[in-house]
C-alpha cells in the first residue's frame, strides 16, 4: 500500500531528538518564566493590541517580543509532527488502521478537555489551557499511537 502523506521513517528519530528537549526547556521557561534577554527582538505582527495610554490597536506592525516562547512553540510542533506522522519500519495496512484510530482517539479526548475547560475553567487559567491545547491532539496522537504499536509487538513477541 502506496502511502505519500506520511515522512519518511528517519525523520521520527529526529523528531524525538528535537521533542524532548524542546518539551522539557518549554516547561521550566513555562514555570520559571524565563525570557533571556537577548531573544528579545522587534518582530512583525499581524494584529497589534498595545496596552497602553491610549490602548492604539492596529493590522500590521512591529512589537517588541522575546521569541523564546515562539522558537519552543515552532520546534514542539514540527517535531511532533516528525513524530507522529513518520513512517514505521514496517507500515502496513494494520498499522494505518492503528494510525487512523489514534488520530480520531486523540481529536475526541482533546475536545472533551476543551468541553470540560469552557465549563469548567474561566480567565486567564482558560488562556493557559488554550495554550496547551495547541499541542495535545499531536500528544495524544503520539502516546496512544505507540501504546498501540507497543502492544502490537508485545504480543507479536508473544506469538513467537
Same mark, same amino acid.
Given at each position: 500500500m502506496k502511502i505519500n502523506y506520511l515522512f519518511p521513517n528517519k525523520f521520527k528519530k529526529i523528531g524525538w531528538l528535537i521533542?524532548?528537549?524542546s518539551a522539557i526547556i518549554g516547561l521550566i521557561t513555562l514555570i520559571y518564566e524565563y525570557e533571556p534577554?537577548?531573544?528579545d527582538f522587534n518582530v512583525p505582527a499581524i494584529f497589534v493590541n498595545e496596552i497602553s495610554f491610549t490602548d492604539s490597536k492596529?493590522?500590521?506592525g512591529m512589537v517588541n517580543n522575546n521569541i523564546l516562547n515562539?522558537? %519552543?512553540?515552532i520546534l514542539i510542533i514540527v517535531s511532533s509532527l516528525f513524530v507522529?506522522?513518520? $513512517?514505521e519500519k514496517s507500515e502496513d495496512e494494520y498499522i494505518s488502521k492503528i494510525r487512523l484510530e489514534s488520530l480520531v482517539w486523540a481529536v475526541y479526548v482533546n475536545y472533551v478537555i476543551l468541553l470540560l475547560s469552557f465549563i469548567f475553567i474561566f480567565d486567564f487559567s482558560f488562556l493557559w489551557v488554550m495554550i496547551f491545547n495547541m499541542?495535545?491532539?499531536? %500528544?495524544f496522537f503520539i502516546i496512544r499511537f505507540n501504546w498501540q504499536i507497543s502492544k502490537?509487538? $508485545?504480543?507479536a513477541h508473544y506469538e513467537e
Open positions: 521533542l524532548i528537549p534577554s537577548f531573544l492596529r493590522l500590521f515562539e522558537i %519552543l512553540g507522529a506522522f513518520s $513512517k499541542f495535545t491532539v499531536l %500528544l502490537l509487538k $508485545k504480543s
